[in-house]
């Protein structure tokens, strides 16, 4: 008797626990595209890659050129001269992957450089927003598989964050 009063009462806790909790959730994405300082990091990011592919095509050209140069002499060449124009080639193609490496290295340093200030201000808009609500859990609507219930707060969490955002750029 004694067990079945102790797991009763601990059945009533849980589902007073469960009703004083509150969920929502927002679309992060949805909240970031809305972003100027997220736009315009994300132009900032795509014009590095593009400068960066823009170079490597370059080097490839070179290559290509270079490999269409030797196979048109190579016949002249004594095997001394073709293996120096072949370790040329090769130290064109050593370049070539040092500086795709490089640029995918500093590509992902500048992202994480302008992205972190921003997601930063996402959470705090988010904190700021569940506070003044007043809920438990906040969830990413991108994440979830279903929902039935919660609280969409996406459209004052998008106030806030601009708020955030147009302090930020300010400064």
Do not use: C, W
């Not at 300082?37 to 960066?52: C, H, M, V």
């Amino acid at each position: 008797m004694k067990q079945f009063v102790l797991a009763i009462a601990t059945i009533l806790m849980t589902v007073s626990l469960n009703a004083q909790m509150k969920i929502a959730h927002v679309n992060s994405q949805n909240l970031l595209d809305s972003l100027p300082s997220y736009l315009k990091a994300e132009s900032d990011l795509k014009k590095f890659q593009d400068d960066g592919v823009a170079e490597l095509s370059v080097l490839e050209k070179q290559i290509n050129d270079a490999y269409v140069r030797l196979d048109g002499i190579k016949g002249d060449l004594t095997p001394t001269m073709l293996k120096i124009e072949q370790e040329k080639i090769m130290g064109l193609e050593q370049r070539y992957q040092q500086t795709q490496s490089l640029l995918q290295q500093q590509l992902q340093t500048l992202a994480n450089e302008y992205n972190q200030p921003i997601l930063d201000r996402l959470q705090k808009a988010v904190e700021i927003v569940a506070d003044r609500k007043k809920v438990n859990y906040v969830l990413d609507v991108s994440k979830l598989l279903y929902s039935k219930t919660g609280i969409d707060i996406t459209v004052e969490v998008k106030a806030e964050l601009a708020r955030l955002d147009a302090e930020a750029t300010k400064k």
